[in-house]
């Protein structure tokens, strides 16, 4: 748990306000820390006061990253993605509520979204997240999910029902977007990879409102249709 708390929280952190956040005894919480810090999972400032996730969590998720299969399966189409649609290029995980990028591809563009293997969104707000969402089953969404979702930016959908309606439609076309639920001003479109049903890996393609015409719109997506196939071909024994 403190661990995760560090993760969804980059930078330093007081004692007073690791406590606040997770409500544990001060003393247990100070000596569980100072153990975490002898041991290199939480780093302190110079002064020892500010805690901070270590570099041996950035050890073990890394071996997580090259010791995934269909990770490693996946970067020869997320490369061949990356140069058909010149867009960045997210390649992730559900875990609960949350999806988590596994491999990334940046944009060529000089104007390009952030991006970062590690990064954990809202699964009803992005397109990765809602093409994972619709390979279940509408009550298993609704078990997953509260009826009141997070508002990311002003378009993110806040309604479960609405969301479902939605998920709907992705079912129906194959693929999922993201109309600046996540990121104003950035539009995604995701495909889920089927090698497990219900699926729990999706590739997205990310692309500023900007540079977004119909014609480019209807490449991108036919890229991430191939992209899925290649995909599927390539996972199918895992």
């Not at 990311?152 to 993201?178: N, S």
């Amino acid at each position: 748990m403190l661990l995760e708390h560090f993760a969804a929280r980059p930078g330093l952190h007081s004692l007073a306000d690791i406590q606040h956040d997770l409500g544990l005894p001060k003393s247990s919480l100070y000596m569980l820390l100072r153990t975490l810090v002898n041991l290199g999972w939480v780093e302190t400032d110079a002064t020892g006061t500010r805690y901070g996730i270590g570099v041996r969590a950035l050890l073990v998720g890394s071996s997580y990253i090259d010791g995934d299969e269909v990770v490693a399966a996946a970067r020869p189409t997320l490369d061949r993605l990356s140069d058909d649609t010149t867009e960045t290029i997210h390649l992730a995980r559900r875990d609960g509520t949350s999806v988590v990028y596994l491999a990334t591809r940046p944009s060529q563009h000089y104007l390009r979204p952030f991006t970062r293997v590690g990064r954990r969104l809202p699964v009803h707000s992005t397109a990765l997240g809602k093409a994972l969402l619709a390979t279940h089953s509408d009550d298993e969404v609704r078990a997953l999910l509260p009826r009141r979702l997070e508002a990311v930016t002003e378009h993110t959908i806040t309604d479960r029902e609405r969301l479902v309606e939605e998920l709907a439609l992705v079912r129906e076309q194959g693929y999922a977007v993201d109309r600046e639920e996540n990121t104003l001003g950035l539009r995604c479109f995701g495909v889920a990879v089927p090698y497990r049903t219900p699926a729990r890996d999706a590739v997205s393609c990310s692309v500023p409102v900007a540079r977004l015409t119909a014609d480019r719109e209807q490449r991108i997506k036919a890229a991430l249709f191939e992209a899925r196939d290649r995909l599927s071909v390539a996972t199918r024994r895992m």
